[in-house]
C-alpha cells in the first residue's frame, strides 16, 4: 500500500463572487497541499444558494490569482444518487430516523436549558408510526437525521491541537429533500481522496459532527487545520457593504491579480507576489493566530505590496 500523501481541497458554494477572506483561505488550502507533496482538487458545492455563473466566476479568479489543480472539478449537483444511496446505507443499518421539526421549534428547543448549545435535542427520535402519520397528515415533510450514539467527539487539528466538539442527530437530508452539508462533505472527501481539509476556523465546532460520520461510515478521516478568518473593522465577516472585497472589485479600482495576492501574502507576513513565490517560503506555523481585520481604504496602497 502507497504512503504517499493523498489531496487537499477548496470547495465554495457558488453564491456570489468569493471574498478577500474566501480567496486568503484558498491560498492556504493549496499552499498546505502543495508544500505537502499532496495533489489539489477542487468542488463546487452547487445544492444550496447558486447564483447562475458565480462557479465559473470563482473558478476564474481562483485561477488568476495563480492556482491550480488536479482532476476535473467536481459539481455537487452530479452526485445526488450517491448521497441518496449513503442516507439509504445508515437506513437500513437503523441509524436514521424522521425529522418534523420546523426552524422555529429546533431553535426554542436549542434555547432550552438542557444539551449542548446549539444541539438538536433529538425531539422526534421516539415518534410512533401514529405520531410521523399524524405530522405527515399536517403538511410536514420531515428531514432525514442520523441516529447518533455519542454526544460529543474528539478530533486533532494542526493548528488547535485536540478539540472536543458535540455531536447531536444531524440532518442527513433536509426536508425538501437536499442532502445535507454535514453528509455531503464527508462523502465528498473521500471520494476525492482528500485527506487533508484546510478551512475557516467558524467551521470548527461541526468537524466533531463530521469525523464521526466519517468513522461510522467506515471512511477516512482528514488531517484539519481551521486557519483564521478575514473580518471587517466590527470584528464581523465580510459583506459586499464592507467596500472592495472581491477581487473584481480591485481590479475596478486599478489593482492586479498581483496585488491581491501582495496583500494576502502580508496579512500572513510573507513579502510575495505570485502563489508559487509563496509555495518556495510557506511555513504553516508561521500563520498568524489572530483573524486579519480588512481595513476599508488603504489595503492596497503601494508601500503594502512588495
Not at 123 to 133: G, N
Not at 215 to 230: C, F, N
Not at 268 to 289: C, K, N, S
Amino acid at each position: 500500500m502507497s504512503s504517499s500523501p493523498g489531496a487537499g481541497r477548496y470547495a465554495p458554494s457558488p453564491s456570489g463572487e468569493l471574498h478577500l477572506g474566501n480567496l486568503r483561505t484558498a491560498i492556504l488550502a493549496w499552499l498546505y497541499a502543495r508544500t505537502t507533496g499532496r495533489a489539489f482538487r477542487m468542488r463546487i458545492d452547487d445544492l444550496d444558494r447558486v447564483r447562475p455563473g458565480a462557479a465559473q466566476r470563482q473558478l476564474d479568479d481562483l485561477a488568476a490569482i495563480g492556482l491550480d489543480w488536479d482532476g476535473p472539478v467536481l459539481r455537487q449537483s452530479d452526485r445526488l444518487a450517491v448521497y441518496e444511496s449513503t442516507i439509504e446505507e445508515l437506513t437500513a443499518a437503523g441509524r436514521t430516523y424522521e425529522c418534523f421539526c420546523t426552524r422555529r421549534e429546533i431553535q426554542q428547543a436549542a434555547a432550552a436549558p438542557h444539551g449542548p448549545m446549539g444541539a438538536y435535542p433529538g425531539t422526534c427520535r421516539t415518534l410512533t408510526d401514529a405520531q410521523r402519520a399524524a405530522r405527515r397528515a399536517e403538511g410536514r415533510s420531515p428531514a432525514v437525521r442520523l441516529r447518533a450514539d455519542v454526544t460529543d467527539y474528539e478530533i486533532t487539528d494542526l493548528r488547535h491541537g485536540r478539540y472536543r466538539g458535540a455531536v447531536d442527530d444531524l440532518v442527513l437530508r433536509r426536508g425538501d429533500g437536499i442532502p445535507a452539508y454535514n453528509l455531503t462533505v464527508v462523502v465528498d472527501d473521500a471520494a476525492q481522496g482528500v485527506d487533508q481539509v484546510v478551512r475557516g476556523e467558524d467551521l470548527l465546532p461541526s468537524t466533531p459532527r463530521q469525523a464521526y460520520l466519517a468513522d461510522l461510515l467506515g471512511l477516512p478521516r482528514p488531517i484539519y487545520a481551521h486557519v483564521p478568518l478575514v473580518l471587517n473593522t466590527e470584528g464581523k465577516r465580510l459583506a459586499k457593504r464592507d467596500g472592495a472585497v472581491s477581487l473584481s472589485d480591485q481590479m475596478a479600482l486599478g489593482n492586479t491579480p498581483g496585488d491581491v495576492v501582495a496583500a494576502i501574502a502580508d496579512s500572513l507576513g510573507y513579502a510575495a507576489r505570485t502563489t508559487a513565490e509563496l509555495r518556495q517560503v510557506f511555513d504553516p506555523a508561521r500563520i498568524p493566530e489572530k483573524p486579519w481585520i480588512l481595513e476599508p481604504i488603504g489595503l492596497f496602497q503601494p508601500d503594502r505590496c512588495p
